[in-house]
């Protein structure tokens, strides 16, 4: 529960209003989101066991539609609770008691991550469906393992952005408190809103990155394929894939160079393991576009598919690393600047 006792709030609202808000907010959310979840998990499930079925080959296209579908609806969901959030979320400067910021939480942090990249895949399944019906099963598992993870791990509408919900709530605490805890509160947050949250390269640089790991996941799958039946046509696939999301994942990790350069001033945040993860599967994926130029030479293509097969691990990996590997770039990282150490 906040502390609501010291110096009035000067905002529009009060911390105690601001809180039973946003509550009020989660909780509609909640609401909607527990049988969305639960329709999406066993959408999961369906979606796996009709791409494992021969006899369901007809249901395929279908199937993966529908899944799509739902995903998009959730994601509606998901702009409207961000939307609220945005107006809710306020940050008001102690010392004028003006309001200097929404902080405006973007669709791809902390739960949701997950979530954006299975209707990544969704979305590319669709649109490759007719042309290349052979990879539909390997997509649809790859939507379902990456829908079910999102929902049943991160929870992105019953349980969303803990980490961003829980520093706000302690900012509002220490906003109601007054002094110097509200004015450091205040100078975190605002830190947090300018530097990332509303930083317009939160808003490019992912969303470049999620374009590229979808199709690198559909590549990866037609990568399989070609190892398991030596078809020169998923070779190709794989290859018109992974050259599709090259550029958006190139340009993603330049501009995620100035924007590190703006956010974590007087960090070394070079030695993240995330950034040199990034680096190594960018370099892995170069390597692998690089080595099919060569692909006709003799027992090139095992090469070729290895690279291929190992960009792909370094991209899971990548991913992880948000979580679990510490440094500048980490989650944890990230929950220590909106608490106020920029």
């Not at 110096?7 to 809180?19: C, D, L, S």
């Not at 102690?94 to 979530?115: D, F, I």
């Not at 130029?293 to 090139?300: A, S």
Request: one cysteine or more; glycine letters at 8%; a positive charge.
């Amino acid at each position: 529960m906040l502390c609501l006792t010291g110096r009035p709030y000067t905002g529009t609202m009060t911390p105690q209003q601001t809180y039973a808000s946003i509550q009020s907010l989660l909780a509609i959310s909640a609401k909607i989101g527990y049988p969305l979840q639960t329709a999406i998990a066993v959408c999961a499930v369906l979606l796996a066991t009709i791409a494992l079925l021969p006899s369901a080959t007809r249901w395929r296209g279908l199937a993966l539609g529908a899944m799509t579908a739902l995903l998009l609806a959730g994601e509606g969901v998901l702009v409207w609770l961000h939307w609220r959030l945005m107006q809710l979320a306020v940050v008001v400067d102690p010392s004028t008691g003006r309001t200097v910021a929404h902080v405006a939480v973007s669709l791809w942090v902390e739960s949701e991550k997950l979530y954006v990249w299975a209707l990544m895949v969704a979305l590319m399944g669709v649109a490759m469906r007719r042309q290349r019906a052979e990879l539909l099963p390997g997509v649809m598992l790859a939507v379902a393992g990456l829908s079910a993870g999102a929902v049943l791990i991160g929870a992105p509408f019953t349980n969303p952005l803990p980490g961003f919900l829980g520093e706000y709530y302690s900012y509002l605490q220490a906003t109601s408190m007054g002094g110097v805890a509200a004015q450091r509160a205040f100078e975190g947050m605002s830190s947090a809103a300018t530097y990332y949250y509303n930083a317009w390269f939160m808003w490019v640089h992912p969303p470049l990155l999620f374009i590229a790991y979808g199709a690198f996941t559909i590549s990866f799958v037609a990568t399989l394929r070609m190892i398991v039946e030596r078809r020169a046509s998923f070779e190709t696939t794989a290859y018109r894939w992974a050259r599709l999301g090259y550029l958006p994942i190139t340009v993603g990790m330049l501009l995620g160079f100035p924007w590190a350069l703006m956010s974590w001033q007087g960090e070394a945040w070079w030695w993240s393991g995330k950034v040199n993860m990034s680096i190594m599967m960018w370099m892995l994926y170069t390597a692998y576009l690089h080595a099919r130029l060569y692909l006709r030479r003799q027992g090139m293509w095992k090469t070729v598919a290895a690279l291929a097969v190992i960009s792909f691990l370094i991209l899971l990996l990548t991913y992880v690393a948000t979580y679990v590997v510490p440094g500048a770039h980490s989650y944890a990282a990230v929950t220590l600047l909106l608490g106020g150490a920029a």
